[in-house]
């Protein structure tokens, strides 16, 4: 069964510009998860989203949103980035609640 | 509140000692409890996991057991080898969704 699939690996981005990260969950896997992880802050809940439903969110600005389409793929958007939104951006997938999450590679991102 | 708290690092051991890495949580009821692992460039792979007092996890030699009465969940391996040379992270559930709280990382390195 394949993993958590998330694209792409690696991005430069320029302040002020938007970006879009992509997640395959694990198949048959619902709940799709985003975590920012910094060196200063560690690993941070984005949001989650179950059945095309966001059902949590972090405590970040609204310039970070997603969505989930309904094959359970998921998207995570940033608009005008900043210099601090550098950072690894990983999904996870879960099969239900307070069960454990399977963890893509992640995304680099690196706002210039 | 809802936290975790791990033990700082960096930790440097020889190979075959042993170790343990201090983990406690703070939360309402009894959440599920896990420990995971990033090797360098990678995402997180889930090590072990507990979801009720008293559960002992185990994985490749790890071991945890999930202690109600001290809300703690350490992490301990009787031999370590260099492989096991990492980042630790110590997280809990929310009890809803899939939402993970992480500790901040526990950085090991074994040498020969």
């Known amino acids: 069964k394949a993993g958590v699939t998330q694209t792409p690996r690696y991005l430069i981005k320029t302040r002020g510009q938007q970006v879009t990260l992509s997640c395959s969950p694990i198949s048959g896997h619902r709940s799709v998860s985003w975590y920012q992880q910094t060196p200063g802050q560690g690993l941070q809940f984005l949001f989650e989203?179950?059945?095309?439903?966001?059902?949590n969110k972090g405590n970040f600005p609204g310039r970070f949103s997603g969505r989930q389409f309904s094959n359970s793929r998921s998207e995570m958007n940033v608009s005008t980035l900043e210099l601090g939104d550098s950072a690894l951006y990983l999904c996870?997938?879960?099969?239900?609640?307070?069960?454990?999450?399977?963890f893509g590679q992640g995304t680099r991102l690196t706002v210039v | 509140g809802n936290s975790v708290t791990q033990m700082e690092g960096p930790v440097t051991l020889s190979e075959e000692a042993f170790l343990t890495i201090n983990c406690t949580y703070t939360a309402t009821g009894y959440p599920s409890l896990f420990w995971y692992v990033q090797y360098p460039g990678e995402g997180l792979q889930l090590l072990l996991k507990a979801t009720k007092a008293d559960d002992k996890g185990s994985n490749k030699g790890f071991e945890a057991t999930y202690r109600k009465e001290t809300t703690s969940f350490h992490l301990e391996k009787g031999s370590v080898q260099v492989s096991d040379s990492a980042v630790y992270f110590c997280?809990?559930?929310?009890?809803?969704?899939?939402?993970?709280?992480f500790g901040t990382g526990t950085s090991l390195t074994v040498i020969p």
């Open positions: 989203y179950f059945s095309e439903t966001q059902r």
């Open positions: 996870a997938s879960s099969l239900s609640e307070r069960a454990e999450a399977f």
């Open positions: 997280a809990r559930a929310l009890n809803t969704g899939n939402q993970f709280y």
